[in-house]
């Protein structure tokens, strides 16, 4: 490293003078420094001689990659196509966005399917079993049909979205009954509550995220801390107010891009690229919590349940990466060819994206919500691409130090659900048409 001021002149200052100079010269030609050099060095050339000798490392930052290294990534599973099916129309199921979910002890994999407000079982290689639902409040009936939750004997249960009530069926498929939730007022400090699954008379959940931008172009932008809640049944119709469990922070979720002189409808609102949001997964009793944020490359997985007490928590070490400009433009130039048809000066809108864009030191190492699957595992999917393949952990649910497993899946498949052989999701084809895809795990050679 070369620094700009030279040994020879340091004679000609006086010494009260030079030494805080030259500390906040090498600084900040290298922030390496910054904290690095004694305050108890008062003299020039020690100061100096100091930082040449090597006593404080700068020379060519390297620093990312000596983070990198410090943490060996694992060897890597990766899958091989196996099964693959798509409608049925001869029994009019058709697919428009299935949520794929494994029930390995029967063989069956279901197909949850909210736009149809239909569920379906199959066999692995697509032969229909039964299907379930339609549009409707009754019994079997749904309006936003949320998530399915297998039980022990292979009776299922499939949640309505938002209004806390489900419906149970037996194994086979026939209805059992529709089980009402809390009355739709519920909310909690104003704002509505988006209930998951009942356990022992208690529900946990959340509040309902409004993200986007109002008819005249006000930004919807959530509060930085949202509450995981519990509601409780009390009998004779009546139900606790919803209680805080513990707190997500989720400051970094949006990004606002207002154009400088602009019309109010010149505003975006969509997802920070770079956020570390925390994120939750409910099932019956149980909320998982993912926090990205905090010491580079770890990720904090805690898991509460309906009394609020913390059941599981394990810290996942993964190899730090620290956010390049490369990283920053690439995502820029993408959202920015997206919108070039619109009569926008270029500059003006490069410059409004990058004025909301939030940029953190390292990149997060988790991104969207964690997948809770039938092998007993926490799924994080990472932002990290090889090849067209996206790097996935699968950490032990519920053992504080059980061993990883590093795969690689296709980036354009959507995992929902994985058993001990294989991970099952959607893939949509070259016209739009989402398929089911089974996907055999294979282990790492050696």
Known sequence: MRFPVALSLVPSFPRPTVVPLLRETLCARCPRLQGAVPTSVTSPVALLLMVLSGGVACGEDRSTEAEEARIEPLPAWVTEAEYRFGDSPEEEVFFASPMVRADPARGRIFAVDPRNHQVSAWTPDGTLLFRVGQKGEGPGEFIDMGSLHIETDGAFRVQEARRGRYTRYTAHGELVGTTPGPPATLSYQGRSVDLHWPDEGSYLGDLAIAVGSTPTGEALVPDPRTPVLRVRDLGDGRWSDPEPLLWLEIGNLTHVISIPDGMPT?????????????????????????????????????????????????????APRRLTSDMVDGVAETWLAQRASRDMPPARLRQAYYDGLYQPEYVPPAEAPPVLTASGEVWIRTPEVLDNLRVYYAVPRGEPAGLLRRVLLPESLWLTDATETHIWGAQWDSIGRPHVIGRRLVAPVG
């Open 266 to 318: 010149d505003r975006f609102v969509t997802s920070q690229p770079f956020g570390d949001p925390d994120h939750v997964r409910f099932e019956p009793g149980a909320a998982v919590v993912m926090r990205p944020k905090g010491d580079p490359g770890t990720v904090e997985l805690i898991e509460v349940d309906a009394t609020g007490d913390t059941v599981w928590h394990r810290r996942v070490e993964l």
